[in-house]
């Protein structure tokens, strides 16, 4: 984890004394609604639907545990005991009073937390991999580098003002788990022949109304060169993207309407004056970021562990679907990283309340060396669990309702908080949710499905990232009913895709009935092991198409 | 009845408040015009490129730089001759001229007053002054003294900028060494 120096700790303290300022000049009319707003953007705060909401910022997903616990004791003491992690790692609350949020931010810092820039038209929280610096496909950890990103986007003086917001996700696996080419901008960490670390640089990725997927700008930028080169980009978006229309206003729009060849050659033309320069980095540099991020100091386990928890896999049915589906390998023998479940029928997608955020912390205590996950799918990691510790851990979870085995599955919504909570919605999307897991709680017919992702939005801003489910699901607003539009074979990972509308939309009581009717012509068309994306691919839209709207 | 050409061309501006290497400044002598074709009655005065060029003997003109303005190297040589630069930020939300003051003063070394006009607020000022600009003409209803608090808002910053040229991760460094 990245511990705060006096200097962090200076920043973020002062960040406090300057909103509490800020909200009092608000509060005393000197400050007009359009003046505050993007002050209170630029630390979390938005207004809502039925209260404001603020959302705190879980840099690239890592949370220690007592960091958590704080954020439970938030929840307690100023909103309603739960709170919401999102698809981009960070922490909704839904329902703080306006004038308590200075106290809030106050709490926080004291926990090394804030809500910077987790709004408004700045460079966002840096994303990154749920299972960086312990998966067994990784090249680099990407933590140190997302780190330095997060310093260099704090507060930068130039890029407060962008023409729209701008997301940055980085990856340092072989497979993306970070949606890399759905961002402004994406990262990958390789290394070339001779063992150099290299950047992918990918530019103009994004969701929202007009989905695209990121343009390559440099396939290898020596690692010294990151943030200025970074710093090159934001620039040429800075001065060239469009300020007319909030709608166009996105880096995909410039690097589209330039074309990738102009748009790269005016960055090489700025980086030209960067390069070397200030912000370069070091070899010092980044062994001081990683510094922070050290291997913990597992303790070795037997051979004999290891037999023992395959052999307890083959015997109980229920923890081996545990396993099969919430445990995933880890780079050292005999470690496993669990993810807990957040998807239940009884809560939101991402929802968690105080208390299991609490026994969350405790679990992260006893059984990861005190840090807890963020993942883009909206679930939470224990990232270094010992084989020999799994079975107790998962009856932990078992009690707490965060051991439904089914990660990954078609019942591990990615969902956005909807109509319910936002006042960008056109429709509710939570509901939808939960009706599907309803509808599809069999765990045999979910696992015979195999990997699947659905991804319901409640509007085109696309939260929950619909383009790139493998089915996506779009509230839309009809002269104001609430509609829903599906589309199929979008995804988020290696080999990004967005997904195609199957046609006109539905009715709300009747999504689970299309979804069913979608999945029925994947069974019956799949070739054996075939996933439900690859048969999609195989066979395209025609034959849903044709059985979802058959009369 | 106006003249066609002050119905097209706003009147020139002046602000009462300006804030001077990070100090409220006893009067403000300069105002703002944005008429391309003839000079304002009250000088001194910032004008738009074309018209300063066209006056380039006039002591008592410096140019207007638009949010706009695309600052070839051609431009930003010339511009080392002017006395002061006022750069416009026709919204508060336009974040160009924060680049724009970057690069005049980063790329090509320019040397005299940069100063922010428009719609300049409060809570911009830190980053403008980092970004280089000295002098900050406020939007006639905010409050000098917020502004002045609002400049010292915060002792620490983890890029390099206009002023600190090495990042803190740089800093942090020299300190361990």
């Known amino acids: 984890m990245y511990r705060y120096d006096i200097h962090d700790q200076t920043l973020v303290d002062e960040r406090v004394a300057q909103f509490r300022d800020q909200m009092e000049r608000y509060q005393a009319g000197k400050l007009g609604e359009e003046e505050f707003r993007p002050l209170r953007l630029q630390n979390g705060l938005y207004i809502q639907r039925h209260a404001p909401m603020l959302r705190i910022a879980i840099p690239y997903g890592m949370l220690a545990g007592h960091q958590l616990k704080a954020l439970a004791e938030i929840t307690r003491r100023y909103d309603r005991g739960y709170g919401h992690f999102t698809t981009r790692q960070n922490l909704q609350l839904n329902w703080p009073a306006l004038e308590d949020v200075p106290d809030i931010l106050a709490e926080l810092a004291k926990v090394q937390m804030h809500a910077i820039q987790t709004s408004g038209n700045c460079i966002r929280n840096t994303t990154s991999d749920q299972f960086a610096g ?6 680099e950890d990407p933590r140190p580098w997302c780190e330095l990103i997060r310093q260099w986007s704090t507060l930068h003086p130039e890029f407060a003002y962008l023409p729209r917001k701008f997301k940055i996700a980085v990856s340092g696996a072989a497979h993306d788990r970070a949606a890399i080419q759905v961002h402004d901008i994406g990262l990958r960490l390789w290394r070339n022949d001779e063992g150099e670390l290299r950047v992918k640089v990918l530019a103009g990725g994004g969701l929202g109304r007009t989905p695209m997927i990121a343009e390559t700008v440099r396939e290898d930028l020596p690692w010294q060169h990151l943030l200025t080169y970074l710093e090159a980009c934001v620039r040429v978006y800075n001065q060239f993207g469009r300020r007319d229309n909030k709608f166009k206003a996105r880096i995909k729009i410039l690097v589209k309407a330039l074309g990738v060849e102009e748009y790269r050659r005016r960055v090489d033309e700025e980086w030209a004056h960067l390069k070397d320069g200030p912000q370069t980095l070091t070899q010092a540099a980044v062994d001081d970021a990683k510094r922070h991020f050290p291997e913990p100091e597992r303790r070795p386990v037997a051979d004999s562990a290891i037999d023992a928890f395959e052999a307890l ?7 081996a679907r545990f396993v099969t589906n919430n445990v995933t390998d880890h780079k050292v023998p005999g470690y496993k990283a669990v993810t807990l479940s957040l998807k239940r029928r009884e809560h939101a997608p991402g929802d968690v309340t105080a208390d299991q955020m609490d026994a969350v912390a405790e679990l992260a205590d006893r059984y990861g060396f005190g840090e807890i996950r963020v993942t883009h799918e909206q679930n939470l990691v224990l990232s270094d669990v010992p084989v020999d510790e799994i079975e107790a851990l998962w009856q932990e979870l078992e009690a707490l309702g965060m051991a439904n085995p089914t990660v990954g599955t078609l019942n591990d919504i990615i969902c956005c908080p909807g109509g319910d ?19 599809f709680e069999d765990l045999d017919f979910l696992y015979d499905l195999g990997p699947i992702d659905l991804n319901i939005s409640g509007c085109m801003n696309a939260c929950g990232h619909h383009h790139v489910g493998h089915i996506g699901i779009l509230g839309v607003d009809k002269k104001g009913e609430e509609y829903y539009q ?8 290696d080999d990004t895709s967005l997904g195609k509308i199957l046609g006109p939309s539905f009715f709300r009581e009747d999504v689970p009935g299309v979804v069913e009717k979608v999945l029925e012509v994947y069974v019956a068309e799949r070739h054996e092991d075939e996933r439900f994306l690859d048969t999609y691919r195989r066979i395209g839209l025609k034959p849903f198409k044709e059985r979802v709207y058959a009369h | 009845m106006p003249t066609e050409a002050q119905e097209q061309a706003p009147a020139p501006v002046h602000v009462d408040h300006l804030i001077v290497d990070g100090e409220l400044a006893v009067e403000n002598a300069w105002c703002v015009s944005f008429d391309e074709n003839a000079l304002p009655e009250q000088l001194p005065a910032f004008v738009p490129l074309a018209l300063w060029r066209k006056h380039a003997d006039d002591e008592e003109l410096a140019p207007l730089l638009t949010s706009d303005t695309e600052l070839t190297a051609a431009l930003g040589e010339e511009l080392a001759r002017a006395k002061a ?25 320019y040397q005299g007053e940069l100063r922010a006009v428009g719609d300049v607020l409060v809570d911009q000022l830190d980053y403008m002054r980092r970004c280089g600009f000295d002098a900050m003409a406020l939007r006639d209803d905010q409050d000098p003294a917020d502004a002045l ?17 090495s990042a803190l991760f740089e800093r942090r460094l020299a300190e361990t060494h």
Do not use: W
């Not at chain 1, 599906?486 to 990972?493: K, L």
């Not at chain 2, 910053?157 to 600190?164: G, L, T, W």
């Open chain 1, 134 to 139: 312990i998966a067994k496909d990784e090249v």
């Open chain 1, 313 to 319: 896999r083959q015997e109980n049915r229920a923890f």
């Open chain 1, 421 to 439: 909570y936002c006042s960008l919605a056109n429709a509710v999307s939570i509901p939808i949710a939960q009706a599907l897991q309803e509808r």
């Open chain 1, 486 to 493: 599906i589309s199929i074979g979008g995804n988020a990972t």
């Open chain 2, 85 to 109: 630069i006022a750069i416009d930020f026709p919204a508060f939300t336009d974040g160009r001229g924060y680049s724009l003051a970057r690069l005049l003063r980063e790329r090509y070394g």
């Open chain 2, 149 to 165: 608090r609002a400049l010292s808002a915060f002792s620490v910053s983890y890029q390099s900028d206009v002023h600190q040229r």
